[in-house]
């Protein structure tokens, strides 16, 4: 199993550009999430999902859209970037809590930067 | 609404010494999980435990160990015998039965030889 991949591993933006963050699970986990973490900070949920067709808002959603149309896929929307939202990216999934083991398995992370 | 919080922003030690990474937790949920992940200088994220709600048995597992106490809402963490390779960010999270879950701002510590 290749686990929780994603790409781009590091990219650079405009202000305003636009870029999808891509999120690939083989793990067969119904539970996908989204955070970002800020230098020396921890990680903020921007948004969830408990299954295919499904997605909630976490903490921080603003200035981020996200699909889930495939148990395996949940890529992340940023529009307009700004310089707020330059951060690290990582995508995780998991069971549900009802299954065990169900913690939280990462990517490598996406290393963005909004100038 | 849930919180996790690590009022512990740095700890240093020097090898060999023990040291407890507190976590204190707010949820309403009766049914909830607690986590404690690694992070190290590499960036990746490294899972340790998983505890529930309903378990509140303490666990060893070689130089580690956690505290979970429901009555303090608290899931502490303990390295014994410090070693460099320790060195990390730690975060305690807090997952709900639904699913969202919410991590607190990590414990930075540095282990010196």
């Known amino acids: 199993n290749a686990g929780v991949t994603q790409t781009p591993k590091f990219r650079i933006l405009k202000i305003g550009q636009s870029m999808t963050l891509q999120c690939t699970q083989d793990?067969?986990?119904?539970?996908m999430y989204w955070y970002r973490q800020d230098p020396g900070m921890g990680l903020k949920l921007i948004y969830y999902?408990?299954?295919?067709?499904?997605?909630d808002k976490g903490e921080v959603p603003n200035g981020y859209n996200v699909s889930r149309s495939t148990t395996e896929d949940f890529p992340l929307r940023l529009e307009l970037a700004a310089p707020s939202q330059t951060s690290v990216y990582f995508c995780?999934?998991?069971?549900?809590?009802?299954?065990?083991?169900?913690?939280?398995?990462f990517g490598p992370g996406t290393r963005l930067t909004v100038t | 609404a849930q919180k996790v919080t690590q009022a512990q922003t740095e700890i240093s030690v020097v090898e060999k010494e023990d040291v407890t990474l507190d976590c204190v937790y707010e949820?309403?949920?009766?049914?909830?999980?607690l986590f404690w992940y690694k992070q190290p200088p590499s960036g990746e994220l490294v899972f340790l435990i998983r505890?529930?709600?309903?378990?509140?048995q303490n666990e060893i597992s070689g130089r580690y160990s956690w505290n979970f106490q429901k009555s303090t809402s608290s899931f502490n963490f303990t390295i014994t015998a410090s070693q460099v390779v320790d060195s990390a960010v730690y975060f305690c999270?807090?997952?709900?039965?639904?699913?969202?879950?919410?991590f607190g701002d990590g414990t930075t510590l540095t282990v010196k030889p």
């Open positions: 995780a999934s998991s069971l549900p809590t009802s299954a065990v083991p169900h913690e939280q398995y």
């Open positions: 793990m067969n986990h119904n539970y």
């Open positions: 999902s408990v299954g295919a067709g499904i997605t």
């Open positions: 949820t309403r949920d009766t049914t909830y999980y």
């Open positions: 505890r529930n709600s309903f378990d509140e």
């Open positions: 999270a807090l997952r709900a039965n639904a699913g969202k879950s919410t």
